[in-house]
């Protein structure tokens, strides 16, 4: 098996993204699913009850907790891009984790990596003083994080810098460029939505670390954890469908931190 060095690949979704009494993501059925849960830390989406709801079901169901920092943009649901100084992004970012892992503990599990979310995630893939600012902000929490990102970008070489392990992730249900990065969600063909396709997609980047990109060449993706998104239509099926399909390809599911 040659798609990443343990023979084994995590499943993580993004969760917990509802505010008061307005719900995105089914959660408690994800939860039984995925073995990796990128929990909503209140800036994009999640509100307090949320996060203490999704850590105990997370605990529950043995699922790793990550915390899914964003830009504080509750209105666009952290997808426009801002300018945000890096030292408050820094600060920002340690306030996320912070909050998200008061409620992992009182649960019972803890924080155990970083996956930033949406406009930062794609910003810290080339905006190397983003990315050191998401660095700093994980490494003034003192717990070490990994940080979960697209290979090669900027973030991992941000984490490498602040000595934190940078895990490697890829994306089962999002259009691939030919230079391996996502294809930007506001433009067409961005999401893949055929099922058996994300599922095909989905055993070919853990099995072989390949996709096909939108141009329908042949990318190199090695990645340790696969992301279903939860808000899409349809997403609980569509993970246990990436679940069977990936187990019936003989790979092991298993979170990485």
Not at 225 to 234: E, I, K, Q, R
Request: with cysteine; proline share 4%; net charge neutral.
């Amino acid at each position: 098996m040659s798609g990443n060095d343990t023979g084994a690949i995590d499943l993580n979704a993004d969760l917990g993204e509802g505010f008061g009494r307005w719900h995105l993501t089914d959660d408690a059925a994800l939860l039984a699913v995925v073995t990796s849960a990128n929990v909503a830390c209140g800036y994009h989406a999640g509100d307090a009850p949320t996060m203490r709801r999704v850590c105990e079901l997370a605990a529950e169901h043995g699922v790793a907790v990550g915390a899914h920092v964003a830009y504080r943009d509750l209105a666009g649901f952290g997808r426009r891009a801002m300018d945000v100084p890096p030292g408050e992004l820094a600060a920002e970012t340690a306030y996320q984790i912070g909050a998200l892992e008061v409620f992992a503990r009182a649960a019972g599990t803890r924080v155990r990596y970083v996956k930033p979310h949406g406009a930062l995630y794609n910003r810290t893939v080339r905006d190397e003083e983003q990315a050191a600012a998401v660095a700093e902000g994980v490494a003034l929490t003192g717990l070490g994080l990994p940080l979960l990102g697209l290979p090669g970008s900027r973030l991992h070489e941000a984490a490498r810098r602040a000595g934190l392990p940078a895990v490697a992730e890829a994306f089962a249900d999002r259009a691939y460029t030919v230079g391996g990065t996502l294809v930007p969600r506001g433009e067409e063909g961005a999401v893949v939505s055929d099922p058996g396709q994300v599922v095909r997609r989905s055993v070919g980047i853990a099995r072989d670390g390949r996709v096909t990109a939108r141009d329908g060449s042949t990318v190199r993706v090695r990645a340790r954890s696969l992301c279903v998104h939860g808000d899409t239509a349809g997403a609980h099926d569509l993970a246990v469908r990436v679940r069977d399909g990936l187990r019936a390809a003989g790979v092991r599911l298993e979170p990485f931190a």
